[in-house]
């Protein structure tokens, strides 16, 4: 089977697709300031596409009073 180029970069960017959820996490903390958010988990997944790649990334926050 073929590499996909397309796939293998998108693989090779995991740690700066982390970093965009948590930073993500600190937006939408900064818009509930009275409460607390923690990330309960997130979910990553690239799919090949025939025009590309799909990168599924998914969040799960716990937003809770102080």
């Known amino acids: 089977m073929d590499k996909n180029p397309v796939v293998d970069g998108t693989l090779d960017q995991i740690e700066q697709i982390k970093d965009a959820a948590g930073?993500?996490?600190?937006?939408?903390?900064?818009l509930v300031k009275d409460m607390n958010?923690?990330?309960e988990g997130w979910r990553f997944n690239v799919e090949s596409h025939e025009n590309g790649?799909?990168?599924d990334v998914a969040i799960k926050l716990l937003i809770k009073k102080k």
């Not at 930073?23 to 900064?30: I, P, Q, S």
């Open 23 to 30: 930073v993500f996490r600190k937006n939408v903390a900064g």
């Open 53 to 55: 790649v799909i990168v």
């Open 37 to 39: 958010v923690s990330t």
